[in-house]
């Protein structure tokens, strides 16, 4: 049984059937069902794809609202980094941080500052006797879960450090803890400002056995239309950053691998690129690499679909933001190789491979062998008609008993000797 909760949701009154969506799903997770989308909750990743493709807007992101952050007396904002790439002209960080505060929390713990921190261990990490190579980052909950799902044997690879919303939380939480004896630690809410909805699956669900620390997550898009209405040039900000260019890089693909000091990477973006370079390193396929970066949205987080600004816009705009920061506050000329203990997971969310067909290894080898013969018999148009991605997709379909052959209109259609 799945138990994963997801946070991208279909709308069925607004879908049309199109199979848009159908097609650009990495993890041929949709099906049209009745003439509607129907997605199949333990092969969907949380990527967002199917919500950047509709054409109808029928799929969206499940998040918190910030109302949901009223039932807390300690209010602790984790501003992602993408946020800082989405306003015209911002040329300090305090003013994106003041406005946080004046929009209703007490405290702001950039995730930025965090993520240094992450680099400086994943520097110690990737120089520890026995590390698997590449090491592959998880700090995209999608491309994590896409590994456990479909790409399992290089579960060894993955890099088994909490990314910098966990550290950021964890962090923040500690402060406010130390600040306020007063409250008790169910009374401090913490509230992650998401580019994307894998992030808010990964709070929902934990990592493996880890239980995230943050209790709210809510869309960039909704915190940005509040923070331009008192976000003021005219105001001078409070002094609140405490991150520098290796911080914000984090926001676009590249910044967090580059971020190593180490020539020996490779930084990939969008879910098809995703893919290919996972199916490279599976088949032994790539050069020799120390650490492989991967983002699922295309640019990197600035791509999530719950930002406001054009990726490459705010890839730009990051870019001039570098300019007025300085290279790290965290870490970067005293280097502590000690990790502490409590940044590290040990599974991958849910291990559950989808290529599996069955159990039992014999009736795996049988099943295979009926699709490969049900392949011979279609018309191999990968058109889309019977609902299945493709004509591969559609035979695996018919042999585990999730669609009969009369779906693919065009065997309908074909004589019987043809088909
Ligand atoms: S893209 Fe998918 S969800 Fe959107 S209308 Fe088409 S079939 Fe429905
Ligand atoms: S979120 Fe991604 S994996 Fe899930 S159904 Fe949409 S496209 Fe497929």
Redesign the pocket.
Known sequence: MNTYEHSVL?SVD?????????RHCPTEA?R?RDG??VINEGRCIDCGE?IR????K??KAVCNKLSDMDGFRGKIALPAPSLYGQFENLDDVDYVLTGLKQIGFDDVYEVSQAAEMVSAYTRAYLSTDGVKKPVISTACPAVARLIALRFPSLEDHVLRLLPPMEVAAQLARQRAMEAHPELQPEEIGVCFISPCPAKASYVKNGFGDYKSQVDVVVPMTDVYFQLINVMSAETQPEDLSSSGMIGVSWASSGGEASSLFNDSYLAADGIENVIRVLDQIESGNIAQLEFVELNACPGGCVGGVLTVQNPFIARAKLRKLRRFLPVSRNFLSQEDPYIPARYFFDTLPEYQPISRLSDSIAQSMRMMADIQALRGKLPGLDCGACGAPSCRAFAEDVVRGTAVMDDCLVSRVLPKEES
């Open positions: 279909l607004k879908c049309i059937g199109c199979t848009t969506c159908v949709i049209i509607r989308a199917c493709t509709c054409p109808q029928a799929k």
